[in-house]
Every structure is written in C-alpha cells, then in structure tokens.
C-alpha cells in the first residue's frame, strides 16, 4: 500500500528548500561583486533580483514550515532532487536577464548544464558576455561539481544528522570521515587546494602565452572552475582552442583528473596512503579503460588523417580523450569537426569514454569506473565458476578503501544502473533523431548530456526544437543524481495522488 | 504517530508563490524585450564573394597525400570565405589562401613574434553588432583562430562592453597547423595583408530601470525578512 505524504513530510523538504534557496541567493554576491569592480550595472541589477528573489522565497519557506524534525531517506532523496531542480530555476534569473538566452528555458538549460557540471550550452553571443556574468556561469559549475545542497547547507550551520540522507540524494556515497558536515567540510578544503593552486598555475600559464595580468587571472579562475568540477564551461566560444597553449593545457589536463578522484582517493593521499591508489579496483578500471579509449581515439586520428605531425596528433588526443573520459567537455577543435574531420572511430572513441566517466564520488560524471569494474569482475567470476568443478569455492575480491569480496547485491545494482544510462542514452537519442537527427550525432549528444560530458557534435544550438532541449535538460539532472532520488521524487508524486493516509 | 493531511490551503500558498515569481521573471523578461535597442551601424558582408569555392566532399575519408611546398605555392587564392565554410569542410579548404573579414575578439595574445587572435564573422560580428546592445537572437558565434605576424596594427578586442577591431586577413588556411599543435589556423601571409576595416567601438549599455526597481525591491524585501527572522531567534 502507497502511503500518502502528510503535512509533516511536506513541511520538512519544503524547510530544507528554504534553506537552499537562500543559500542561492548567497553565492549571487560573488559575481554582484565582481559586476560592481567591473562597471556592468545592468548585470549587476540582474544579480540583485535574483538574490533578492532567492533570499525571500527561501526565508519566506523557512519560516513557513519551520520545523525541527529530522530528514529520513525519503525526505532526502526527495529535497535533493527538488533542490536541484529549484537551484538551477533560481539561478537561470539572472543568466535570463543577462540577454544572452533566447528565452528562460535556454537560461534555464544552462544553469541545470552548469550545476550537473555538465558544460553544454545554449548561450547566444557568449563571445561578448560580461565577465561577471561569465563567472556565474563557471560558479554553478565549482557548486555542482561538490554538491549544490551539501554546500547550502553545511554553510548555513546545519547538523550532520540534518544533512546525511541530502548527501546520499546527491548521488555520493562515499562517507569519507564520520560525520557528514566534516566530510563536507574535507571536500571543501580539498576543492580550495586546488582552487588557489590550480588558479596560480592557470594564471601563470596565461601570462606566458600572452595575456595581461587581469585577462590572466579572469581565465585562470573560471578555467580552473571548468576543470576540477569537470564541468567543461568555456570563457568563449572556441573553448580551449582560444589558447594555443600547451602549458594551459598541461595544467588542465591535472585538473581534470585530480576532479575525476574520489574524494575518498583523496583523503588517502593526504594521509600518505599511495598504495591505496594502486590497488583501487576503480583506479584499475579507469587505468584500463583510458588506455583502451585513447588508443582508439588516437588510431582513429591516425586513420582518418586528422593531424599532419605526430605531435599534433598525442597532444590534441591525449587532451581531449581525457577530457572525455574525465566528463569534463573541454575540446580543442569546433565542435563540428568532430563530424567534418575526425572521421568515424575518433569520435566513437570520444563517445566511449564520455560513456565511462571518471570515479564515484568525485566532480566526474559518468556511469563511473566503480560499476564498470564490479561489472567486469562479475564477469570473471561467473567464468572461473563455469571453468571450475561444481565443488569449487569461487572468490573474487577487490580494493575499495579495504579489501572486499565481491557479493551479488553491489553488482545487481552497479548493473542495474548501467542498465538505467543505456536506456537513457537511447531515449535521448531517439528524441533526437524524430527531430532529423542523425542516429550517431543524436546518441552522441544524448550521452553527453546523460553523463554530464558536455562535448558536443553541434546537434545542440540555441535554435534546437525545444523538447530536445527539455529532454537535455532532463538528462543533465537525472545522470547528475544518479536516478534514485530522482525516481524517489517520482514516487513521492505518485503517493500525493494514490496514496493513503 | 497521527498523520496529517496536506491541506488545501497549504497547496494554495505554494502555488501562489509560484505564480508570483513566475509573474515577476515574465514580466520584467517582457520589459526588457520591448526597451528600446541600440543596434550598432552595419560593417560589411560576412558572405563570400561569387566565387565561391568549389567544394567536393565534407567528410575526411582518408588521410592527404604528402603535398609539396611548390604545390602548396601554386594554390590559387579562393577569395571571401567565412568560417563555417572553412569548419563544415576543413579538407577542402587547407593550404588555400583566403580573403577573411571578422571582429577581434576576448585577447590578442602578443608572443613568439605575432599574435594569436580569435576572429569571429558571425552576426554579431559583422551585421547586428554585440547581443547585449539589442535583443536580435542569431545564434552562437562562429569564427577562426588568425595569426599575425608582428608589426600588428593598433587592435582593440571585442569584449562585453566593446565591439572590436574589424579586420581583413589575407592568409593561408592550415587545416592542421603543426606549429599550433594541431589546430585549425589561418595565418596571414604577411603583416601587409592585414587592414583594419572599422576601429573598436564602445558600447553603452544603460540600466533596465525595470529591472532595477525589482532589485532594490526584492532585495529590501528579502533583508526585511533576515532582520525579523534574525529577531525572533534572539528572541528564543
């Protein structure tokens, strides 16, 4: 029997949205700052509505359904999945006000591509957007990338036993340290490491191939925002082919990977352990499966002809199979030419590796290297066990933080999600191609939406017919939580109208 | 545990709320569509010329065959191109010499005896001028990565607040430029065959008044409700 949600339920996600919602309006400061040093008074206004909007809803919410009952799973999953939802509406205002979308749905598409850390985009004119608004564009991205509610709500004061299910709904289940807030609060110290060195690196790099101290500093901030959340945001249209650097790409390339670990591998290498780094059954995987990626990504080149210089052909491959593999979207060509001059087997190369994704509980999207491997291990296990006498004892074990034995119930739900993103990928596609998509550019740009790639065949413009870009959108959300809190939203809805009390 | 229905009211609040800040985006979306635009003075045609290269196929198949620089030479020049030509079918446009007009855009990049440029041809460029100065949709931009040798003229990119430099290059298209790790690159033929077709241009962007009225109104609203919220827990 479907139990209807009461008041009580309702009054709990709607508090924690509150809650969220103002954080929003919080993080609208950053670039409202910036608009003020840089002069862009328009801008500026735009960001003071959008706060303004956020703060009030949020409070007004807050205080509305007050309460000081505790989160259980359902209210988490639930929460998450409406929060994530609410957060890009809220920060879709001042991107629409900006006039570089088409309309609020484009505005809307953007910032669910930047939360989800995704990095397409349907921005029209970027070339001549401000740079505040720019920087808001790369922020949703730093947001998303380590979890847009465990960020809200760590910051505004809440307790861990508020805050473990939301951190479980954002699709992470890496709980690095006991208590919740302060695995929160480790990510956050991991990500500022990162930001002032990766930004000093980037800054460094920028100055050397030409630009002036400031522009050097604007790109290097935003840059190091795409890369680490492995979001794939660009400051212009021609992503980082804008360079022609190979020191900005160097230092692009280590954060995208550094992005793509688990915040866990992380953790280990801090406290020295580097043996854990070789023996992660999901570091293994990812080893194996870039190996595998950029050699056919490489060979297709090779074929097809692409490059004329060995060199070209290791540095604009090696970057741009990482930067598939790792979901974060950056390229180094137009986007068309993965259609016009990469022949056939690069760009299913690329596709392949998008498809893959980085770590579990990283900024990477992906079906991740953790199912891949459990997957494959199943696999290995069924086959020693077929090979062996029926008496025989088969034992597959594998290192994820500790020695484990592989059991059926992790790989009945590393498959079923796997099964979930195929599925996902070919309604995508599907969508695409009723609009006169071809079938490979459709499922090309249905993938990378799916899996929070953001590389794109040119299928996705600010003219694409707007289920497509509702499918999209749908996508970037649904791949970014995983499914499950999703489905949990889903239900709850189902329950409101079914249910009984 | 008794459990309470959702009343009905509560579903009403939420869906007032929700029409209000749909209310308030739609409208000020309308006001800002119908302010009056500052579209920027026509520079010139993006499209090419009629002589129009005659292109075979759009799809690599198979890798070039080795050309020599002598035929690189002979290569006749094609004349106006844009860049989507050139991007929908690099191959048949690699080692042509062209003719490309487009607006410098974000940085020039001074280095290594030129300077790497991002010119772009698009609308935005070369017809309506920047988005933010109207509200004419054409789409994303579109443009080539250009090198020129030094000395560069006095070039001014386009940002968010200013329309660039309008040049002209004379250059060869190199489909895959080694010297640029791979990338597709014109590169002009020589500091002579760059001219400046129209200098930078400021743009103003005033306040959406609107707009601004919304702000100020949302933000006091919103710091009305921190202070009492903030009140009541001291209170507690």
């Known amino acids: 029997m479907l139990i209807r949600p009461d008041r009580d339920d309702l009054q709990v996600i709607g508090f924690y949205l509150g809650k969220v919602m103002v954080g929003v309006g919080y993080v609208l400061g950053a670039p409202m700052l910036v608009a003020a040093v840089m002069g862009d008074w328009d801008d500026l206004t735009a960001f003071l509505l959008g706060a303004g909007l956020s703060i009030s809803i949020g409070r007004l919410a807050e205080r509305r359904f007050a309460t000081t009952q505790q989160l259980d799973w359902s209210h988490g999953l639930v929460t998450a999945a409406l929060s994530w939802l609410l957060g890009a509406a809220l920060f879709a205002v001042p991107l629409d006000l900006s006039g570089h979308y088409g309309s609020y749905v484009d505005a809307y598409f953007e910032a669910m591509s930047g939360l989800t850390a995704t990095g397409l985009t349907l921005t029209q004119d970027i070339d001549h957007m401000s740079v505040s608004v720019n920087l808001l564009r790369h922020i949703t991205h730093f947001l998303g990338g380590q979890g847009i509610i465990i960020v809200m709500l760590t910051g505004l004061g809440s307790s861990s036993g508020q805050v473990s299910t939301l951190y479980v709904g954002e699709g992470r289940d890496d709980r690095i340290l006991p208590n919740v807030v302060r695995t929160a609060r480790f990510i956050y110290l991991v990500a500022s490491v990162y930001l002032v060195v990766g930004t000093i690196a980037l800054t460094l790099a920028g100055l050397v191939a030409g630009f002036s101290p400031l522009r050097s500093v604007i790109h290097g901030l935003n840059l190091f925002m795409a890369a680490f959340d492995t979001g794939g945001f660009a400051t212009n249209s021609t992503s980082i082919s804008y360079y022609h650097s190979a020191a900005i790409e160097g230092v692009l390339i280590v954060l995208m990977v550094a992005g793509a670990l688990s915040f866990l591998l992380h953790y280990e290498l801090w406290r020295g352990r580097r043996r854990e780094v070789l023996e992660n059954l999901e570091v293994r995987t990812i080893a194996v499966t870039g190996l595998i990626t950029t050699s056919l990504l490489l060979l297709g080149l090779a074929r097809a002809g692409t490059f004329t210089d060995v060199g070209s052909l290791f540095r604009k491959g090696v970057f741009s199979a990482i930067s598939a593999h790792t979901s974060t979207g950056f390229t180094v060509n137009a986007s068309r030419m993965f259609v016009t001059d990469w022949g056939r087997i690069a760009p299913a190369a690329l596709l392949m590796a998008l498809a893959l994704g980085g770590m579990a509980s990283s900024t990477a999207g992906g079906v991740k290297g953790i199912r891949v491997g459990l997957a494959a291990k199943s696999v290995s296990r069924d086959v020693r066990r077929a090979i062996q006498p029926d008496a025989a004892v088969v034992a597959v074990t594998y290192t994820q933080r500790h020695r484990r034995r592989i059991t059926d119930a992790p790989v009945r739900s590393a498959i079923t999600i796997l099964v979930l993103y195929v599925l996902l990928f070919l309604s995508g596609a599907l969508v695409g191609v009723y609009y006169g998509v071809p079938f490979e550019q459709a499922l090309f740009e249905s993938t990378s939406a799916s899996v929070n790639g953001g590389m794109s065949v040119g299928v996705l413009e600010p003219g694409t017919p707007l289920p497509m870009k509702l499918t999209y959108t749908a996508q970037m959300w649904l791949g970014r939580l995983e499914f499950m809190a999703v489905f949990a939203l889903l239900g709850y809805g189902i329950a409101l109208v079914h249910g009984r009390i | ?236």
């Open chain 2, 1 to 236: 545990m008794t459990r309470r229905p959702v009343s009905a009211r509560a579903v009403g609040e939420i869906a007032v709320a929700v029409v209000i800040v749909i209310a308030v985006i739609v409208t000020i979306r309308i006001l800002r569509d119908s302010a009056p635009q500052a579209r920027l003075p026509h520079v010139g045609t993006a499209a090419p010329d009629s002589d129009d290269p005659d292109i075979v196929t759009c799809e690599r198949t198979l890798p070039d065959a080795e050309e020599t620089q002598q035929a690189i030479d002979q290569v006749e020049p094609v004349g106006l191109i844009s860049s989507t030509e050139v991007l929908e079918c690099p191959d048949a446009f690699d080692q042509q010499v062209v003719v490309y007009v487009g607006e410098v855009i974000g940085d020039v990049l001074n280095r290594d005896g030129g300077a790497w440029l991002l010119v772009n041809d698009d609308d935005y460029a070369l017809e309506v001028g920047p988005l933010r100065g109207h509200g004419d949709y054409r789409g994303g931009n579109s443009g080539l990565a250009v090198w020129l040798p030094a000395p560069l003229p006095d070039l001014e990119p386009g940002r968010g607040d200013v329309r660039g430099t309008v040049i002209q290059v004379r250059g060869r298209i190199h489909r895959s430029d080694a010297a640029d790790g791979g990338g597709l690159t014109l590169r002009a033929l020589s500091a002579d065959t760059v001219s400046i077709l129209r200098e930078a241009q400021d743009l103003d962007r005033p306040v959406h008044r609107a707009q601004a009225v919304a702000a100020v109104l949302f933000a006091l609203l919103a710091a009305a409700i921190t202070l009492q919220a903030r009140r009541s827990e001291s209170r507690r």
